[in-house]
């Protein structure tokens, strides 16, 4: 019996160890841990990844490019094919025949290596540095992708506060309907209550508890979208360290001026463009500097021979100037496509900074509307536990059934929903706001 809690006990030590650690995150550390492993900002350091591997073959261009080989090989030739006829110094006669015939075949052994360095090609410098713009690109773009995974997971954050807000809620009226119920029961043993009050009570109660359910259901829902939405295991317990109720309201709200110049200088996507403008006309740039003369060292040395026996060295030493004159209007149609791509970017620029004012305007309209909605909420949801405490006074003094209660509880579960609602929604506007300024991953 010993020996079998012993393994019990170690079997149990083992499944523990291998369950993950709980998560306890608050909504500026669920918005920056999105930002730091969600799937879209992974994808995005990847497209870096290539873009560095890109610059890479770029300036791979610049360098010397060596190579080597041995061939062992037999031809024969048509004489015919020479252009010229051999012919005996004595006799005049021609040594071939003058229509052709077969010499050979002739074996061949040829070792060599040949050596081209590029010393100067500007066209290829310009691919080089617009590789490097590719890279600020698409780094910016990681930086993008990071504060929509930030706004992402912060919004999926509040949803799972205000499902938690509202099962904790439902739990109260819970155990507000049980006390109705035990109060009703109580007043009908003694004779001072009616059948009909214990069923109001029952009905009440079975009520909140099947709201309960779908308030647990919720709440587990979203935090398994959280798990997703910060890109942790979905089997991952997660821990809320913000309540609803308790993540700040009286937060100061800036102005529109400061508020659009902010979104100006600081938004991701806005900086995204812009480096992926720059790179476009970078690239243009090197097409046309691909029109540039390109001066390059050429090596070809090795040995030749018709057998291993007797090799003799051969070279060819040189440099070489190129120019390209003409290749069929290929390199005019690259530059209309990228002047082309450069025009939408800009383009979608004018477009995603118009975008952003507007965002920036709503998100500071919504976030005074509902900070003055929440003030409104309270009021109402203080106002109805008066409500249920009066009606529950004149129950307990049996001067009125528990019809008063019931409805005072049922305006009380609907001012806790929109409390509940109404705070979901202010701190919404802050996580859209922060989004519109660039300051999702800077969210307490």
Do not use: C
């Amino acid at each position: 019996m010993k020996q079998l809690l012993v393994v019990l006990a170690a079997l149990v030590t083992t499944v523990g160890s291998t369950l993950p650690a709980q998560q306890r995150l608050s909504l500026g550390d669920a918005a920056r841990l999105a930002a730091k492993q969600s799937g879209a900002v992974d994808v995005a350091r990847q497209r870096v990844a290539q873009a560095e591997a890109r610059v890479v073959q770029r300036r791979g261009a610049l360098l010397p490019d060596l190579a080597a080989g041995i061939q062992q090989a037999e031809r024969n030739l048509n004489s015919a094919t020479f252009g010229f006829t051999f012919s005996n110094p004595l006799t005049g006669a021609p040594l071939l025949r003058p229509d052709g015939e077969i010499i050979g075949p002739v074996p061949t052994v040829d070792l060599r290596y040949r050596l081209q360095h590029p010393l100067l090609d500007l066209g290829n410098i310009a691919k080089w540095r617009a590789a490097q713009s590719m890279v600020l690109a698409a780094s910016a773009d990681v930086q993008a992708q990071a504060d929509l995974a930030a706004a992402t997971a912060a919004t999926v954050y509040i949803r799972a506060a205000r499902a938690e807000a509202q099962l904790v809620a439902r739990r109260a009226d819970s155990a507000l309907a049980a006390d109705l119920l035990r109060i009703a029961r109580d007043q009908l043993r003694a004779g001072t209550g009616i059948a009909l009050d214990v069923t109001r009570a029952a009905s009440q109660l079975a009520n909140v508890r099947a709201q309960i359910i779908g308030a647990r259901n919720e709440r587990d829902r979203s935090l398994l979208e959280l798990t997703r939405a910060i890109g942790l295991p979905l089997d991952t317990p997660i821990s809320l360290t913000d309540s609803l109720a308790g993540l700040p309201v009286e937060v100061a709200i800036p102005d529109v001026a400061s508020a659009l110049t902010r979104a100006t200088e600081q938004r991701a996507d806005v900086k995204a463009l812009l480096a992926q403008e720059t790179a476009q006309r970078a690239s243009s740039q090197a097409i046309r500097w691909e029109r540039t003369p390109q001066l390059g060292l050429v090596v070809d040395q090795g040995v030749i021979g018709r057998n291993w026996n007797r090799l003799l060295p051969t070279y060819t030493w040189g440099v070489q100037l190129s120019v390209g004159l003409f290749d069929g209007f290929r390199r005019e149609g690259r530059v209309q496509e990228q002047i082309a791509a450069s025009r939408e970017t800009e383009a979608r620029l004018r477009d995603l900074r118009t975008q952003s004012a507007l965002e920036v305007r709503a998100a500071l309209l919504d976030v005074r509307a509902a900070h003055e909605q929440v003030d409104a909420v309270r009021e109402r949801l203080a106002l109805a536990e008066q409500e249920v405490a009066q009606a529950q006074d004149r129950f307990r003094a049996g001067v009125a059934g528990n019809g008063d209660v019931i409805a005072a509880l049922l305006s009380l579960n609907q001012a806790r929903t929109l409390v509940n609602d109404a705070l979901a929604s202010y701190h919404g506007s802050r996580v859209a706001l922060a989004r519109a300024m660039g300051d999702v991953q800077r969210l307490p």
